[in-house]
């Protein structure tokens, strides 16, 4: 039980096992330049733990509150940091949601660790580790094979969007929620943004190959 009440040893152990639960967890982000890091992974779960302590040592010197009040606020606060991560891209693809989802797990293992919970915050740290990184490639995979796929296009000047679409249909291929992008003054291209979906599943790297063979297509990009 010395390692479950709010003793120097225990305080020591849980701060140091939620910097290192952070930074593994931030690791994988960081390597891929994404919003939040390595150092902003270890500080959530810190903080997280920190704040649990605290609470876990008011309630053990007083004997009155409510031993969870402080990790609720938590658990709804980190959506504020969470939400600075997630970012609309010109072509409307959303990115970060990983990376928000990282952080508030990270808290969530901070939290646990933070009150002495040691084995799920263990066995859910790996799992979230394992998640993040390990199935990443798996999910890729998944979504490269499916009959769906979302592009965006630039025709060159003088390319009719029938002509277009007219030569998608000869791929078997539907169009449909079609966003037109307004061209620029330095590209004579119009651009825009459509979902394709192919009568069964095909790789989507070949896929994109014969698009981009289409007489007037001038750059092509899967989102």
């Known amino acids: 039980m010395e390692y479950r009440e709010v003793t120097y040893l225990a305080v020591a152990l849980r701060i140091v096992v939620a910097v290192l639960c952070g930074g593994a967890l931030g690791l994988e982000r960081g390597l891929k330049h994404r919003p939040a890091g390595m150092r902003t992974y270890m500080l959530v779960c810190v903080g997280a733990c920190l704040v649990m302590l ?83 490639r798996w999910d890729d995979n998944l979504h490269s094979k499916t009959r769906a796929v979302e592009i965006y296009v630039e025709l060159a000047d003088g390319t009719t969007m029938g002509y277009f679409i007219s030569k998608l249909r000869e791929l078997e291929l539907e169009i449909s929620n079609v966003q037109i992008e307004q061209s620029t003054a330095e590209s004579n291209s119009r651009g825009l943004i459509a979902t394709l979906k192919a009568q069964k599943r095909c790789d989507h790297s070949d896929l994109m190959e014969k698009i981009r063979a289409i007489n007037g297509v001038r750059y092509l990009e899967e989102l």
Do not use: C, H
């Open 54 to 136: 605290t609470n876990q040592y008011l309630f053990q010197v007083t004997q009155t509150g409510d031993p969870m009040r402080l990790g609720a606020q938590v658990v709804s606060g980190i959506g504020f940091l969470g939400a600075g991560t997630i970012v609309v891209t010109r072509y409307n693809r959303i990115k970060g949601l990983t990376t928000a989802a990282g952080l508030w797990s990270a808290a969530g293992v901070g939290l646990a660790l933070g009150v002495g919970f040691y084995e799920a915050a263990l066995i859910a740290g790996f799992a979230i580790f394992v998640v993040m990184t390990l199935l990443q």
